[in-house]
T-cell receptor, first 114, second 116 residues
């Protein structure tokens, strides 16, 4: 049984470039979440999907951010015109269901914008 | 709005001793879930324990137990018989049943260091 995987693990990009991250959840999990974590802070919620439907987006998710989960399996998070403030760890998690179900996290993608 | 407060930025504990990590929360939801996660230096978040707001008994998972005091809105994590491998960041988090069911709200974390 494989856990949540994320690709790439590290990404260094120049300001203004676009980047895309991929998350593969645990196969039977219908919910998928994206979080962002900066140094010294807990993860902050960005968005989540139930199957292919994006059910909630945080106000942190500016217009430069877009997330998709086209077939209800893997998900992508794209950041357009990156800024230095986007430098963070981007975490993906999946769960079987709602509130009482724990979320299983992937190893994260560390983004550095220079 | 929901909020998690962890007031201990760092804690030290001697190996084999027990340690309590504090967590208080604020919510207007009647039903909610409380979680603790461990984040080693490798970065991945590891689920430790869950407590539902209507659970009458404190949750336990191996060496981890959650001291849930609903009236005080506290959900402290107790780690018994600390091991060197317990050294990590620990995050308290919550989710509500109403409004957002997707959103895990995290505290700022407590860095636990276990001394040999």
């Amino acid at each position: 049984d494989t856990g949540v995987s994320q690709d790439p693990r590290h990404k260094i990009t120049k300001r203004g470039q676009n980047v895309t991250f991929r998350c593969d959840p645990i196969s039977e999990h219908n919910r998928l979440y994206w979080y962002r974590q900066t140094l010294g802070q807990g993860p902050e919620f960005l968005t989540y999907f139930q199957n292919e439907a994006q059910l909630e987006k945080s106000r942190l998710l500016s217009d430069r951010f877009s997330a998709e989960r086209p077939k209800g399996s893997f998900s992508t998070l794209e950041i357009q015109r990156t800024e230095q403030g986007d430098s963070a760890m981007y975490l993906c998690a999946s769960s079987l269901g709602g509130t009482e179900y724990e979320q299983y996290f992937g190893p994260g993608t560390r983004l550095t914008v220079t | 709005a929901q909020k998690i407060t962890q007031t201990q930025p760092g804690m030290f504990v001697q190996e084999k001793e027990a340690v309590t990590l504090d967590c208080t929360y604020d919510t207007s939801d009647q039903s909610y879930g409380l979680f603790w996660y461990k984040q080693p230096s490798s970065g991945e978040m590891i689920f430790l324990i869950y407590q539902g707001s209507y659970d009458e008994q404190n949750a336990t998972e191996g060496r981890y137990s959650l001291n849930f005091q609903k009236a005080r809105k506290s959900a402290n994590l107790v780690i018994s018989a600390s091991q060197l491998g317990d050294s990590a960041m620990y995050f308290c988090a919550m989710r509500g049943y109403g409004g957002s069911q997707g959103n895990l709200i995290f505290g700022k974390g407590t860095k636990l260091s276990v001394k040999p």
